[in-house]
């Protein structure tokens, strides 16, 4: 019986997966439309109309998601080559003094980064709302880039030596497939935390859904502070589920 219960743990695993992958999209769209429409029915002031209104919500959320890819790809661009770096004989013993510095802009408040950010340069805009969140999300992907190499079996990389292949080739055909799947969970993880954050951008001028949460708390304005903290509420369960789609289809075949 006890067997019979741990076979079945991750078919009901995946069943909850899959269900969670319809259902999230679902309720992103219901949380959306929903607030949208009771904010639209109100009765609006003439300054709920300056914030709640078609072309602002469509730019303050554009500036928020081109704020979170940015920041991802900067993540990306930084984690998953210093986390291969890191995991190559010769450099391994540098890896504890890197992800203490990650550990350092994790544990840090999002908003002291920002707020030392522009005190260090005395300028706002969309690059002092982008480094600082980089910074804060950077762990989860330098770390699990590294335990993905490291949870690559030896013997697999030793036959493909013993195959002929070179370094470089072993590290691209065998080590990064087997590492994607960490690589990607980091990355989910890191989406997340971005998406948040960045709701804190607007205290540099850099924009996003922060704006219409800032705007409607000084106001004491709750229409548009609701509007704005339901969006990003939504915004960050979409890409909750697109991290979720991509650890899902994009890892290999024999490992999904």
Partial sequence: ?????????PVAA??????????????????TVGVLVWAFRRDLTATQRASINASNIATVTWQHVVLTATVVL???????????LLTRPGYRRLAPVFVGIANVGAAAPAIGLIVLCYLATRTTGFW??????????????LRNTILGYQQVDRTLVDAGRGQGMSAA??????????????ILAGLRTSLVLAVGTVTLSFLVSAGGLGILIDTGYKLRDNVTLVVGAVLAVALALLVDWLGALA??????RGLT
């Avoid at 019986?1 to 743990?9: I, L, R």
């Avoid at 072993?170 to 590492?179: N, Q, T």
């Avoid at 650890?247 to 290999?252: A, S, T």
């Fill in 128 to 141: 002092i709302g982008v480094a600082p969140i980089a910074f804060y999300t950077l762990l989860p992907v």
């Fill in 74 to 84: 900067i993540v990306v661009a930084v984690a998953v080559p210093l986390g291969t």
């Fill in 14 to 31: 995946r069943r909850a997966e899959r269900l969670r992958l319809l259902v999230q999209p679902a309720l992103v769209l219901a949380l």
């Fill in 1 to 9: 019986m006890t067997a019979a219960v741990a076979a079945s743990a």
């Fill in 169 to 182: 080739t072993v590290l691209r055909r065998i080590e990064f497939p087997l590492a994607v799947p960490y």
């Fill in 247 to 252: 650890e899902r289809f994009l890892g290999p």
